[in-house]
């Protein structure tokens, strides 16, 4: 009888719950989670450390752990000369924010895996992002540089605490780059003169921003929308929805189950790099169903409906959360669960739909993919399939809906991508936010329902006794709260509100921001931190400015702040949100592409956190919320009273003296809390709405 096959003992990020730092778990690497523990020793042996950031979803992030991290020797090599700190960037973003300022200061750009070595006082002195395990890629081995570098701390410890001491100067410059400037007052043609920027950087022919790689960039297309709200310029409209058509019928948005992936590697849409990120698809429903109220698409409601029926299916806790991302690969591939080959398109398919099939998506043999497979797009539109096909276009497009279903349940049984299934509180935030906006415009309850089931759930597991948590997985809370998550949240309760008018959420908006300024903003700075300002693990503070992938926490909050100030008539809100956006003006119209968010949050602001409130029982103001909810008007906010009942403290003073007009449901519209004669007709509503735009 033969002997069993060794187990291979398992580090200590076995015992954590991040699924990110769990995939290391059997690695031969002597990993540490960042912890006291981990400091501590390299304090002790006077040993660098060696910090790798990522995240599950991360598909280079894979590579280099099966490359190098599950290698015997180079696994030697990191324990003889490092202390190794492992770090999921969804969980700490204040480190990640740091520390990819080193390769960025080295010219590199930033990404992940990040890997960056430290001294045992956290001081960088030399980063990366991906390392290979040969030379390639006009990169040096990862194991050279390992065993350059302990040379180098060995034999040249002056060199390198200057190397450090320079990194720390450039990261404390990067850290507060763009606070230097004077804070001055903003004015409407700010808004313009941003969207008009970043009109000059569209792919008229393709859509979007630029050129390959291709990210949505959906706060930044919602800047041109408001930039053509002020203007009535339609090609900044055009330019909006040639992209949100062309990411629609592209790669990049999931063709049979819905959803987007994170971005295309080409300027096509084609095929993109397959992670699905909560935080892509909640601001992208926003965006479609901002561009449903401007410019109606059979097109958007589509997307929009496939978008939230994938995050229901695929994205939602049984407690009412919404999970994380969902990963690049399945079965050690990218892509494998997304594409199709001719071959498995036959094994599900009639041969009548395979073929209809092969044209709608562009299924070649050849494939656009590795491997001849293909990422499926739309290819052609169906009155060109029925001309092809000799057929009705009613016909084509049930065949297609029949080919489709059949697909999606043989793609069920394939093997799925790993799903990150930790819950953050600022991501849930800005997934309520467009579910709640979304319910809204479509007229959708139970999408109301899904946002109101995760606020449900961050509010009375993740915010306890003041304090938020930034995660929650298995039932547990962890991490303290970063700006992001209150800002985020504060943001989606009252866009939440807005949906149901249920004065509880504002009321917990209204904590939420209270505890924010207390907690991060830096009155010298007149700037908010990222971080708590009593943080201990962060040598450099950082602070929350740019808006990338997803939005700066400064910016939700500014936003969220100005919303409240338009419902409770709280005018330090508004004051709150001033202080900072006059603060920021300098470097918002200098670099309007990283402050798309913070914009949209200026633009409510100049028009003076304007606000509707509908009176009346709720049948009555049916019709005139119809006309708030159809029209396009993102920076009022919509609030409602029912005469019959007594108003919640938080709204009783901004609500006194609005009431139905002559046993009519009655809108008050109301600027700089001042409101205007009320209004019973639903069409002058609309009209009066549509007007709402402060003087460029």
């Given at each position: 009888?033969?002997?069993?096959?060794?187990?291979?003992?398992?580090?200590?990020?076995?015992?954590?719950?991040?699924?990110?730092l769990?995939?290391?778990?059997?690695?031969?690497?002597?990993?540490?989670?960042?912890?006291?523990?981990?400091?501590?020793?390299a304090?002790?042996?006077?040993?660098?450390?060696?910090?790798?950031?990522?995240?599950?979803?991360?598909?280079?992030?894979?590579?280099?752990?099966?490359?190098?991290?599950?290698?015997?020797?180079?696994?030697?090599?990191?324990?003889?000369?490092?202390?190794?700190i492992?770090?999921?960037?969804?969980?700490?973003?204040?480190?990640?924010?740091?520390?990819?300022?080193?390769?960025?200061?080295?010219?590199?750009?930033?990404g992940?895996?990040?890997?960056?070595?430290?001294?045992?006082?956290?001081?960088?002195?030399?980063?990366?992002?991906?390392?290979?395990?040969?030379?390639?890629?006009?990169?040096?081995?990862?194991?050279?540089?390992?065993?350059?570098?302990?040379?180098?701390?060995?034999?040249?410890?002056s060199?390198?605490?200057?190397?450090?001491?320079?990194f720390?100067?450039?990261?404390?410059?990067?850290?507060?780059?763009?606070?230097?400037?004077?804070?001055?007052e903003?004015?409407?043609?700010?808004?313009?003169?941003?969207?008009?920027?970043?009109?000059?950087?569209?792919?008229?022919?393709?859509?979007?921003?630029?050129?390959?790689?291709?990210?949505?960039?959906?706060?930044?297309?919602?800047?041109?929308?408001?930039?053509?709200?002020?203007?009535?310029?339609?090609?900044?409209?055009?330019?909006?929805?040639?992209?949100?058509?062309?990411?629609?019928?592209?790669?990049?948005?999931?063709?049979?189950?819905?959803?987007?992936?994170?971005?295309?590697?080409?300027?096509?849409?084609?095929?993109?790099?397959?992670?699905?990120?909560?935080?892509?698809?909640?601001?992208?429903?926003?965006?479609?169903?901002?561009?449903?109220?401007?410019?109606?698409?059979?097109?958007?409601?589509?997307?929009?409906?496939?978008?939230?029926?994938?995050?229901?299916?695929?994205?939602?806790?049984?407690?009412?959360?919404?999970?994380?991302?969902?990963?690049?690969?399945?079965?050690?591939?990218?892509?494998?669960?997304?594409?199709?080959?001719?071959?498995?398109?036959?094994?599900?398919?009639?041969?009548?739909?395979?073929?209809?099939?092969?044209?709608?998506?562009?299924?070649?043999?050849?494939?656009?993919?590795?491997?001849?497979?293909?990422?499926?797009?739309?290819?052609?539109?169906?009155?060109?399939?029925?001309?092809?096909?000799?057929?009705?276009?009613?016909?084509?497009?049930?065949?297609?809906?029949?080919?489709?279903?059949?697909?999606?349940?043989?793609?069920?049984?394939?093997i799925?991508?790993?799903?990150?299934?930790?819950?953050?509180?600022?991501?849930?935030?800005?997934?309520?936010?467009?579910?709640?906006?979304?319910?809204?415009?479509?007229?959708?309850?139970?999408?109301?329902?899904?946002?109101?089931?995760?606020?449900?759930?961050?509010?009375?597991?993740?915010?306890?006794?003041?304090?938020?948590?930034?995660?929650?997985?298995?039932?547990?809370?962890?991490?303290?709260?970063?700006?992001?998550?209150y800002?985020?949240?504060?943001?989606?309760?009252?866009?939440?509100?807005?949906?149901?008018?249920?004065?509880?959420?504002?009321?917990?908006?209204?904590d939420?921001?209270?505890?924010?300024?207390?907690?991060?903003?830096?009155?010298?700075?007149?700037?908010?931190?990222?971080?708590?300002?009593?943080?201990?693990?962060?040598?450099?503070?950082?602070?929350?400015?740019?808006?990338?992938?997803?939005?700066?926490?400064?910016?939700?909050?500014?936003e969220?702040?100005?919303?409240?100030?338009?419902?409770?008539?709280?005018?330090?809100h508004?004051?709150?949100?001033?202080?900072y956006?006059?603060?920021?003006?300098?470097?918002?119209?200098?670099?309007?592409?990283?402050?798309?968010?913070?914009?949209?949050?200026?633009?409510?602001?100049?028009?003076?956190?304007?606000?509707?409130?509908?009176?009346?029982?709720?049948?009555?103001?049916e019709?005139?919320?119809?006309?708030?909810n159809?029209?396009?008007?993102?920076?009022?906010?919509?609030?409602?009273?029912?005469?019959?009942?007594?108003?919640?403290?938080?709204?009783?003073?901004?609500?006194?003296?609005?009431?139905?007009?002559?046993?009519?449901?009655?809108?008050?519209?109301?600027?700089?809390?001042?409101?205007?004669?009320?209004?019973?007709?639903?069409?002058?509503?609309?009209?009066?709405?549509?007007?709402?735009?402060?003087?460029?």
């Amino acid at each position: 009888m033969g002997s069993p096959t060794p187990q291979r003992l398992q580090n200590r990020l076995a015992r954590e719950a991040s699924p990110y730092l769990r995939q290391h778990a059997d690695n031969p690497v002597d990993w540490y989670p960042w912890s006291p523990e981990a400091l501590e020793r390299a304090r002790a042996e006077n040993k660098p450390i060696l910090l790798s950031i990522g995240y599950s979803a991360c598909h280079w992030c894979h590579v280099m752990a099966h490359e190098s991290f599950e290698d015997a020797e180079t696994a030697r090599l990191m324990n003889e000369y490092f202390i190794n700190i492992k770090v999921d960037r969804e969980e700490r973003p204040d480190l990640d924010q740091l520390y990819q300022g080193v390769v960025q200061l080295m010219g590199r750009g930033g990404g992940w895996p990040l890997t960056v070595f430290l001294t045992p006082d956290l001081r960088p002195f030399f980063g990366g992002t991906y390392f290979p395990p040969a030379d390639k890629f006009g990169m040096p081995a990862f194991s050279k540089i390992l065993r350059a570098l302990n040379t180098a701390w060995l034999q040249q410890r002056s060199e390198i605490a200057e190397q450090a001491k320079q990194f720390e100067t450039g990261l404390s410059h990067l850290s507060t780059a763009g606070l230097d400037g004077v804070a001055s007052e903003m004015r409407p043609s700010d808004v313009v003169s941003a969207a008009e920027q970043l009109e000059g950087l569209i792919d008229w022919t393709r859509g979007g921003f630029g050129h390959a790689p291709k990210f949505p960039n959906p706060m930044n297309l919602s800047l041109l929308l408001r930039g053509y709200r002020r203007t009535g310029n339609g090609s900044l409209l055009s330019a909006v929805t040639l992209a949100l058509e062309s990411m629609a019928k592209g790669g990049i948005y999931d063709q049979l189950g819905g959803g987007f992936h994170r971005y295309s590697v080409d300027e096509r849409w084609l095929v993109p790099h397959f992670e699905k990120m909560l935080y892509d698809n909640a601001q992208l429903l926003h965006l479609y169903a901002e561009a449903q109220q401007l410019a109606p698409n059979a097109l958007w409601s589509k997307v929009v409906e496939e978008t939230v029926e994938y995050v229901r299916r695929e994205m939602t806790d049984p407690e009412g959360g919404f999970y994380a991302t969902q990963d690049a690969d399945s079965e050690g591939q990218e892509g494998k669960f997304f594409v199709w080959t001719r071959q498995q398109l036959g094994e599900a398919l009639p041969p009548r739909l395979a073929e209809l099939a092969e044209a709608r998506f562009g299924i070649t043999q050849a494939g656009n993919f590795e491997h001849g497979a293909t990422v499926l797009q739309i290819s052609e539109e169906v009155p060109d399939l029925a001309r092809r096909f000799r057929s009705s276009e009613e016909r084509v497009a049930a065949d297609l809906a029949a080919a489709r279903r059949l697909m999606f349940e043989a793609r069920e049984r394939r093997i799925k991508p790993g799903r990150d299934e930790k819950i953050l509180a600022g991501w849930n935030g800005l997934m309520i936010r467009g579910l709640a906006f979304a319910s809204r415009v479509f007229r959708r309850p139970e999408w109301f329902s899904l946002a109101k089931n995760a606020a449900d759930l961050v509010l009375a597991r993740m915010w306890q006794d003041g304090r938020l948590f930034r995660a929650r997985q298995g039932g547990a809370n962890r991490i303290g709260a970063f700006l992001e998550d209150y800002g985020d949240l504060t943001a989606g309760l009252v866009a939440l509100y807005q949906a149901g008018f249920d004065a509880r959420y504002l009321e917990a908006a209204e904590d939420l921001v209270s505890r924010a300024v207390e907690l991060f903003w830096d009155e010298e700075r007149q700037a908010y931190r990222a971080a708590p300002k009593d943080s201990t693990d962060l040598f450099v503070p950082t602070y929350a400015l740019h808006d990338n992938a997803f939005p700066s926490g400064a910016s939700t909050l500014t936003e969220a702040q100005v919303v409240l100030a338009a419902l409770t008539g709280r005018r330090g809100h508004f004051e709150q949100a001033g202080k900072y956006l006059r603060k920021m003006r300098e470097e918002m119209l200098r670099n309007p592409f990283g402050y798309g968010h913070l914009l949209l949050a200026a633009d409510a602001w100049m028009d003076g956190a304007a606000e509707v409130t509908l009176v009346g029982g709720k049948s009555q103001v049916e019709p005139l919320l119809e006309a708030v909810n159809s029209t396009f008007a993102p920076t009022t906010a919509v609030s409602a009273r029912d005469p019959s009942e007594a108003a919640t403290p938080i709204l009783a003073e901004a609500l006194q003296g609005r009431d139905p007009v002559g046993g009519k449901a009655a809108a008050y519209l109301c600027r700089n809390f001042t409101c205007q004669p009320p209004i019973t007709d639903p069409a002058m509503l609309r009209k009066a709405l549509s007007e709402i735009r402060s003087a460029a």
